[in-house]
Structure formats: C-alpha cells, structure tokens
C-alpha cells in the first residue's frame, strides 16, 4: 500500500480484514523512527468511525515501512496499488521511485477518483504497463460495495480478471469495469447530481438543511443526503473532484454546473472543510447540528422540514405520476426536486455511452458507490 493518508490507512485495514498480508508505506519521518508517519496512520485507524477494522488488533499485522529506507520489500508483494494525492505529478514521482524495485509479476493499481489511468501509465516502463491499471474504491473502503475497475488502454485483459476475481471473493466487493472517463462512472453522475443540488438550491434560495430533508431517505438516497454528503467527502476533496470535471471536459452541455458556489469557496479559504476540520456546511455546538444560513451569515439550528404538499407528492409509488406531480407545482421545494431529477435523468441519457458498457453498470455504480436504493435508469 502506497500511501497512509485516509484512503490507503483504510484500504490497508479492510486487506488485514481479509487476511491478506499487507505493508504499508509513507514518508520518511525527518526525526526519530523513519516509520513515524506510517505509524500515526495506523493509530488513528482506532479513532475513525465507522471502524475500518474488524478488531482493533488486527492493527498489528499491518507492515510498516517508508520510501527512503524499504523499497526493497516491493519485491515480495504481487499487487501495489497507489493512494496518495490526486496529483498526476506526485503520481508519477513516486512511480518512478518504485519500479526498479517491483517483482516481475507484481500488479500495480492506481487508487485514483478519477484522473486518467493512461496518463497515468504513460510514466511507466512499456513493460509494466500491461500490468497497471486503476482499482478506485470508495471511503469507508470497509463498508462501501463499490471498487471500479479501470483499464487503460495497455492493461492486460486476464489481469483485469483476474483482479476482478481477487477483489470480490476475497475482499467481498462489488466490481463495476468502467473506462477511462473523467471521474469514472459513480462521481461523475454522483458529484454532478451533488452539482446540480447546489445550482438549484442557489436558484431557488433554499436552506441548505432543507436541502438536505428532500434529498436523503425521502427520495430513497443516504441520510447523508447533499450537502452532509460534502462535509464527510470533504469540500476540499470535493472542490478537487469538481476541477477535474471542469477542466477536463469543456465540451460537456452541463459545463456552466461545474463550479464550486461563492460560499463554497470562501469555507474553503476559512479552512472550514466540512467533518474532518469541525466545521463546513454544518458544524456541531455541544449536542446540538448547526447549519451555515448565508442570509445571517452565520450558524444556526439545523430542523428543517419538508413541505407537508411536497412529502404528499413523493408518496407516489409510480416514478412517472411522482415526477409529473413535482414539475406541476408550484412550491420551490417541488421545483427544486423535479430540476434537480430532469437534471440526473438528462446527463445520465446523454453520456451513458461515454463513461459506461450499458445502463446496468451506470445503475450498479451509483446504488453501490453513493447509497442510492435506485439508479438513474431503473427510476426511468
């Protein structure tokens, strides 16, 4: 494991999980124990919830080592897989570090959310490249079903397998193939689902909470809903994601979507990054969950409601009789539902083709990867 930061920590836990013997590497400490970071990482695995580990002991079994002293060890391991920053520069840094040192035989995988697994590859010796690919899980990597499956266009057709095979009968995985598109398949219909909440909520001035009282369980997606969604992702992440899509796909019909909002990037200038710094969208004072309100600017008590009409309409068992209700009224949380749905529904049509083989695979990736009880096409 290539990287101790909250991705490749967890990622190495669920492996332990799985009895599949692991080492992890980070930075060199620059005093004292060389492995000191890889070992902090390893503590906090103790304070994350929901826990990444299935008992707290099985910490131990995890292997430490660093860049500087213990490349050596690649030898041994036949899959490397790669979770630090989201930086092709860093990436390709660290590849270059590491290849004298890999096993003729070993994998070597790319955690990445969503940069080009070709690029990628291309900083990588002819040889190694049929050998490389991308193998995205999603966080928490313990509880989450979702890992994609990214090809570039060298890797080895029977390597695929089998990782395919690896990750679902040993780490109990939901494996969804996808190409070598921006984001791949579940962020790129997840965050632009996220995209179009914030273009609709701005339009439409509604309160961030109750954004996300419509957008959670109420319309069978996590409780997490929206904007709770961003603050456990983290806005920075989030932002990170959101700059890909935006300078990666100009041509893209929903393009004007692919900007963090105004309030959005003055959190980000405070540091306020959502859970991870205490504060974001929603903060916590003593038991009580506050939200940002941009008309006080400032935090207040987090208890909106859904209208009492708009909840009535979403009774609808049949999807077409709900959605038409939603466009026929005029309540802007009515409005903004059926915007946000249209929205998802058209993007989902119009670039199915692009970033997925067939609907199915585009509906797995979402359900899976985001929580959601159904995808785009079977709500269609």
Do not use: W
């Given at each position: 494991m290539l990287?101790?930061?909250?991705?490749?920590?967890?990622?190495?836990?669920?492996?332990?999980?799985?009895?599949?013997?692991?080492?992890?590497?980070?930075?060199?400490?620059?005093?004292?124990?060389?492995?000191?970071?890889?070992?902090?990482?390893?503590?906090?695995?103790?304070?994350?919830?929901?826990?990444?580990?299935?008992?707290?002991?099985?910490?131990?079994?995890?292997?430490?080592?660093?860049?500087?002293?213990?490349?050596?060890?690649?030898?041994?391991?036949?899959?490397?897989?790669?979770?630090?920053?989201?930086?092709?520069?860093?990436?390709?840094?660290l590849y270059e570090r590491i290849v004298p040192h890999l096993a003729?035989?070993?994998?070597?995988?790319?955690?990445?959310?969503?940069?080009?697994?070709?690029?990628?590859?291309?900083?990588?010796?002819?040889?190694?490249?049929?050998?490389?690919?991308?193998?995205?899980?999603?966080?928490?990597?313990?509880?989450?079903?979702?890992?994609?499956?990214?090809?570039?266009?060298?890797?080895?057709a029977d390597l695929l397998d089998q990782l395919e095979t690896f990750l679902t009968t040993t780490l109990g995985k939901g494996v969804i193939r996808a190409k070598d598109t921006p984001n791949f398949i579940a962020n790129r219909v997840g965050v632009f689902s996220i995209l179009a909440a914030f273009h609709h909520t701005e339009?439409?001035?509604?309160?961030?909470?109750?954004?996300?009282?419509l957008t959670g369980p109420l319309i069978g997606r996590p409780k997490s809903a929206t904007y709770r969604t961003a603050d456990v992702v983290g806005l920075d992440t989030l932002a990170h994601v959101i700059s890909t899509m935006k300078e990666t796909l100009p041509e893209d019909p929903w393009h004007k979507y692919f900007e963090p909002p105004v309030w959005y990037r003055g959190l980000l200038e405070q540091g306020a990054l959502g859970q991870k710094s205490g504060r974001g969208v929603y903060r916590k004072a003593g038991a009580q969950i506050q939200v940002l309100d941009l008309g006080a600017r400032d935090y207040r008590r987090a208890e909106a409601e859904p209208d009492a009409s708009v909840i009535e309409a979403l009774k609808t068992k049949d999807a077409a009789e709900r959605l038409r209700k939603l466009r026929e009224?005029?309540?802007p949380q009515a409005q903004f539902l059926w915007a946000v749905s249209r929205d998802m529904l058209h993007y989902c049509a119009y670039?199915?083709?692009?970033?997925?083989?067939?609907?199915?695979?585009?509906?797995?990736?979402?359900r899976w990867g985001f929580g959601w009880n159904q995808g785009p096409f079977e709500i269609w």
């Open positions: 990287g101790a930061g909250v991705m490749g920590a967890q990622i190495a836990a669920h492996l332990i999980n799985a009895n599949v013997p692991v080492v992890m590497f980070e930075l060199a400490a620059k005093d004292g124990d060389p492995n000191a970071n890889v070992r902090r990482a390893i503590e906090n695995l103790g304070k994350l919830e929901p826990a990444p580990l299935a008992a707290s002991a099985l910490a131990a079994y995890i292997d430490v080592a660093n860049y500087d002293g213990d490349l050596a060890e690649l030898r041994e391991c036949d899959l490397v897989i790669e979770a630090i920053a989201e930086r092709v520069d860093l990436k390709k840094s003729p035989r070993a994998v070597l995988a790319t955690n990445t959310s969503g940069l080009s697994v070709n690029t990628l590859a291309q900083a990588l010796p002819e040889a190694l490249r049929e050998r490389f690919c991308g193998v995205h899980f999603f966080n928490p990597p313990r509880y989450m079903y979702l890992v994609e499956l990214i090809a570039s266009r060298h890797t080895r339009r439409l001035r509604l309160a961030f909470d109750v954004v996300d009282a009224s005029a309540h670039q199915l083709a692009d970033i997925a083989d067939n609907a199915r695979d585009l509906d797995l990736a979402v």
